[in-house]
C-alpha cells in the first residue's frame, strides 16, 4: 500500500511526540525525584539547594546545587566534551561520574568527601565523632577519606584502624538487594537521604533539630527503591533511651561532652533520646550468627598472641554492657572501696548500681581511629584514672585514648599491657596501681580456692599485668575464659 506524504509526515509528527514526551519523562525524574517516587531527595543533605551537591566543573554549565547532574552524567557529555573528572573506561556504573568503588581510598564517594583535592565546590571536612558528640577539639581529622586512610590492610600489629571497605563489599555482597555492583558506603549511607549531621556546620558540634537528623540507614532495610529505605534514628523509637529500656529494662547515660554537658549534642539531655540506637544499627551486620572476615590479624586471648582474622561475634543481649547490665547489680556487692561499683562521672554505680547500657558509639568510631579496633581517641570527655603520683599526667588533666598493639603497649602509668586502661578508665575508676584494688577476686584457676595463685592469672610474677583483653571481649565469660562449667556470667 502506498502512503501518502501528508500521512507520512503525520507518523514523524507523531513518532516526535512520543521521543519528546520520554525525553521529558526522563528529565523529571532527574529534575523533580520526590514527584517521580525517588524517596526524599529534595529533603536530603545531597538534594539540599542551599549546601548540596555542587560538582565544580558542572556548576560551571549553570546547574543549581542539589542537581542530579552533579553525581550522575547522562551522556557523560555537555557542551561538546565530559565534565572533570573524565573516565577513559567508558560509561560508570549507575551513570556516575567515576568508578563506584576501586579500592579503600578511591572511590566514588571520596572523591567528593575530601578537603583537598574534592570535586565538591570547596572541598567537604567531615569530623571524627569524638570531635563532634564528645568536643575533642584537638583532634585533627576532618575528613572521610583520612579516616579511611587509617591502617587497614596487611597492617601485622597496627596502631590504628578503619573499617575495611573490601571486607564490607564482601559481607554484603548478596544480602539485602545489595549486589556486586553496590558501593560499600551504601551499606550504612543511602545517599539519597542521608541528612547532615550537624547540616551544613562542618566544625561545630552535633545537634538535634526537628528533623531528627541522621545520616545512616540500616543495611538489613536496604531497598533499591531509594523512598522505602528510610533514615535510621530520625523517630523517636530509634533512639537508645527505647534501646535500653528494651534490653531488660536498662538505663542509657550520656557520656559528659564538656563542662556539664551531655554528648552527642552538648545539651542538658542524658538519658539518650537524642541519639541514634547505634546498638540496633550495628548489629545488623555485628550480631551472633554473622561471621566477618578481616584484613587485620587481630589479638586472640585464648592464646594471648595474634592470630585472629575473624570479628568476635556480638550478642548485646548478653553482654555486660549491653541485655546483661543488670546481671549482678553493683549495689549487691558490698560497699566501697571493696567493689568494682566505683564509676565516673556521670555514671553512677552507687545508686543505679552500674546498671547502664552503651551505645556503640560510646567507645567507637564508625569510620577510622588513630587506634586499634576503631576505639575512639576521646571517651567521655577524657576523664582519667589517674592519681596524683601514679600517672605522668595527674588528676583532673584530661587524657587522650590511645589502644595501639592490640592493649599490649604502656598504660597511663608507663606499665606495660595496661594500655586499655586509656579506655576502661574513662568510666571504671580505681584501676591504676596504687589505688585500692578493686577487681573482684575469683577462683580464676579453677582449683576450688581463692588465694595468691588466683592473683598471678593477672599479675604473673606478682607484679607484671596481662592483657586486659585476654579476659575482657565481646562475648566473654567466666566460663569461656577460664574454662569453668555452670557459670556464664558476662566479662564485657
Same mark, same amino acid.
Not at 576501586?102 to 566514588?108: A, L
Not at 547540616?199 to 536496604?222: D, E, I, M, Q
Not at 586499634?372 to 600517672?391: A, E, M
Given at each position: 500500500? *502506498?502512503?501518502?506524504?501528508?500521512?507520512?509526515?503525520?507518523?514523524?509528527?507523531?513518532?516526535?511526540?512520543?521521543?519528546? *514526551?520520554?525525553?521529558?519523562?526522563?528529565?523529571?525524574?532527574?529534575?523533580?525525584?520526590?514527584?517521580?517516587?525517588?524517596?526524599?531527595?529534595?529533603?536530603?543533605?545531597?538534594?539540599?539547594?542551599?549546601?548540596?551537591?555542587?560538582?565544580?566543573?558542572?556548576?560551571?554549565?549553570?546547574?543549581?546545587?542539589?542537581?542530579?547532574?552533579?553525581?550522575?552524567?547522562?551522556?557523560?557529555?555537555?557542551?561538546?566534551?565530559?565534565?572533570?573528572?573524565?573516565?577513559?573506561?567508558?560509561?560508570?556504573?549507575?551513570?556516575?561520574?567515576?568508578?563506584?568503588?576501586?579500592?579503600?581510598?578511591?572511590?566514588?564517594? *571520596?572523591?567528593?568527601?575530601?578537603?583537598?583535592?574534592?570535586?565538591?565546590?570547596?572541598?567537604?571536612?567531615?569530623?571524627?565523632?569524638?570531635?563532634?558528640?564528645?568536643?575533642?577539639?584537638?583532634?585533627?581529622?576532618?575528613?572521610?577519606?583520612?579516616?579511611?586512610?587509617?591502617?587497614?590492610?596487611?597492617?601485622?600489629?597496627?596502631?590504628?584502624?578503619?573499617?575495611?571497605?573490601?571486607?564490607?563489599?564482601?559481607?554484603?555482597?548478596?544480602?539485602?538487594?545489595?549486589?556486586?555492583?553496590?558501593?560499600?558506603?551504601?551499606?550504612?549511607?543511602?545517599?539519597?537521604?542521608?541528612?547532615?549531621?550537624?547540616?551544613?556546620?562542618?566544625?561545630?558540634?552535633?545537634?538535634?533539630?526537628?528533623?531528627?537528623?541522621?545520616?545512616?540507614?540500616?543495611?538489613?532495610?536496604?531497598?533499591?527503591?531509594?523512598?522505602?529505605?528510610?533514615?535510621?534514628?530520625?523517630?523517636?523509637?530509634?533512639?537508645?533511651?527505647?534501646?535500653?529500656?528494651?534490653?531488660?529494662?536498662?538505663?542509657?547515660?550520656?557520656?559528659?561532652?564538656?563542662?556539664?554537658?551531655?554528648?552527642?549534642?552538648?545539651?542538658?539531655?542524658?538519658?539518650?533520646?537524642?541519639?541514634?540506637?547505634?546498638?540496633?544499627?550495628?548489629?545488623?551486620?555485628?550480631?551472633?550468627?554473622?561471621?566477618?572476615?578481616?584484613?587485620?590479624?587481630?589479638?586472640?586471648?585464648?592464646?594471648?598472641?595474634?592470630?585472629?582474622?575473624?570479628?568476635?561475634?556480638?550478642?548485646?543481649?548478653?553482654?555486660?554492657?549491653?541485655?546483661?547490665?543488670?546481671?549482678?547489680?553493683?549495689?549487691?556487692?558490698?560497699?566501697?572501696?571493696?567493689? *568494682?561499683?566505683?564509676?565516673?562521672?556521670?555514671?553512677?554505680?552507687?545508686?543505679?548500681?552500674?546498671?547502664?547500657?552503651?551505645?556503640?558509639?560510646?567507645?567507637?568510631?564508625?569510620?577510622?581511629?588513630?587506634?586499634?579496633?576503631?576505639?575512639?581517641?576521646?571517651?567521655?570527655?577524657?576523664?582519667?584514672?589517674?592519681?596524683?603520683?601514679?600517672?605522668?599526667?595527674?588528676?583532673?588533666?584530661?587524657?587522650?585514648?590511645?589502644?595501639?598493639?592490640?592493649?599490649?603497649?604502656?598504660?597511663?602509668?608507663?606499665?606495660?599491657?595496661?594500655?586499655?586502661?586509656?579506655?576502661?578508665?574513662?568510666?571504671?575508676?580505681?584501676?591504676?596501681?596504687?589505688?585500692?584494688?578493686?577487681?573482684?577476686?575469683?577462683?580464676?584457676?579453677?582449683?576450688?580456692?581463692?588465694?595468691?595463685?588466683?592473683?598471678?592469672?593477672?599479675?604473673?610474677?606478682?607484679?607484671?599485668?596481662?592483657?586486659?583483653?585476654?579476659?575482657?571481649?565481646?562475648?566473654?565469660?567466666?566460663?569461656?575464659?577460664?574454662?569453668?562449667?555452670?557459670?556464664?556470667?558476662?566479662?564485657?
Amino acid at each position: 500500500m *502506498i502512503r501518502t506524504a501528508k500521512e507520512l509526515r503525520a507518523k514523524k509528527g507523531i513518532l516526535f511526540l512520543l521521543i519528546l *514526551i520520554s525525553v521529558l519523562a526522563v528529565f523529571s525524574v532527574i529534575l523533580y525525584p520526590r514527584k517521580a517516587n525517588s524517596g526524599p531527595y529534595l529533603n536530603s543533605t545531597h538534594g539540599n539547594s542551599g549546601y548540596g551537591v555542587n560538582r565544580a566543573s558542572i556548576a560551571a554549565f549553570g546547574y543549581p546545587r542539589g542537581h542530579c547532574a552533579h553525581c550522575h552524567e547522562q551522556h557523560a557529555s555537555i557542551g561538546g566534551a565530559e565534565p572533570a573528572p573524565n573516565s577513559p573506561a567508558g560509561p560508570d556504573q549507575f551513570l556516575l561520574f567515576s568508578d563506584s568503588y576501586t579500592s579503600q581510598t578511591d572511590n566514588f564517594c *571520596i572523591k567528593c568527601h575530601a578537603d583537598a583535592g574534592s570535586y565538591q565546590t570547596g572541598g567537604l571536612v567531615n569530623r571524627s565523632y569524638s570531635y563532634r558528640a564528645g568536643g575533642y577539639s584537638s583532634d585533627s581529622l576532618n575528613d572521610i577519606l583520612e579516616a579511611f586512610s587509617f591502617c587497614y590492610s596487611g597492617c601485622g600489629s597496627p596502631s590504628s584502624s578503619s573499617h575495611n571497605l573490601d571486607n564490607i563489599k564482601s559481607f554484603i555482597t548478596g544480602k539485602w538487594n545489595y549486589t556486586a555492583d553496590s558501593n560499600p558506603c551504601n551499606a550504612c549511607h543511602n545517599p539519597h537521604a542521608a541528612i547532615g549531621d550537624p547540616a551544613n556546620v562542618p566544625n561545630s558540634g552535633k545537634t538535634f533539630g526537628t528533623r531528627g537528623y541522621s545520616p545512616v540507614s540500616r543495611p538489613s532495610l536496604h531497598s533499591k527503591d531509594t523512598s522505602a529505605w528510610g533514615l535510621w534514628g530520625d523517630l523517636a523509637a530509634e533512639r537508645m533511651n527505647v534501646k535500653a529500656s528494651n534490653l531488660g529494662g536498662g538505663i542509657y547515660q550520656s557520656p559528659r561532652n564538656s563542662g556539664s554537658t551531655y554528648e552527642p549534642d552538648g545539651s542538658s539531655t542524658q538519658d539518650g533520646s537524642n541519639l541514634t540506637d547505634f546498638v540496633t544499627f550495628c548489629t545488623d551486620c555485628h550480631n551472633e550468627s554473622n561471621t566477618i572476615s578481616t584484613s587485620h590479624s587481630l589479638f586472640n586471648p585464648s592464646t594471648g598472641a595474634i592470630g585472629r582474622n575473624t570479628l568476635f561475634k556480638i550478642d548485646w543481649t548478653k553482654e555486660w554492657h549491653g541485655g546483661n547490665s543488670g546481671f549482678v547489680p553493683y549495689c549487691s556487692m558490698g560497699t566501697a572501696p571493696d567493689i *568494682i561499683s566505683l564509676l565516673a562521672v556521670p555514671y553512677d554505680g552507687t545508686n543505679k548500681c552500674g546498671q547502664y547500657v552503651l551505645s556503640c558509639t560510646d567507645c567507637h568510631e564508625p569510620h577510622g581511629s588513630p587506634n586499634n579496633f576503631l576505639v575512639r581517641p576521646w571517651v567521655n570527655n577524657g576523664s582519667n584514672d589517674c592519681r596524683p603520683g601514679n600517672c605522668a599526667v595527674p588528676t583532673p588533666t584530661r587524657l587522650p585514648v590511645t589502644v595501639t598493639n592490640y592493649g599490649t603497649g604502656n598504660g597511663p602509668d608507663g606499665m606495660a599491657n595496661k594500655e586499655w586502661v586509656y579506655l576502661c578508665g574513662k568510666c571504671h575508676t580505681n584501676l591504676n596501681s596504687g589505688d585500692a584494688h578493686t577487681h573482684l577476686l575469683q577462683d580464676y584457676n579453677n582449683d576450688f580456692s581463692v588465694d595468691y595463685f588466683d592473683c598471678l592469672v593477672c599479675h604473673p610474677n606478682g607484679g607484671d599485668y596481662v592483657n586486659c583483653g585476654v579476659c575482657h571481649y565481646h562475648g566473654s565469660t567466666y566460663q569461656s575464659v577460664f574454662n569453668m562449667s555452670g557459670n556464664t556470667r558476662p566479662l564485657f
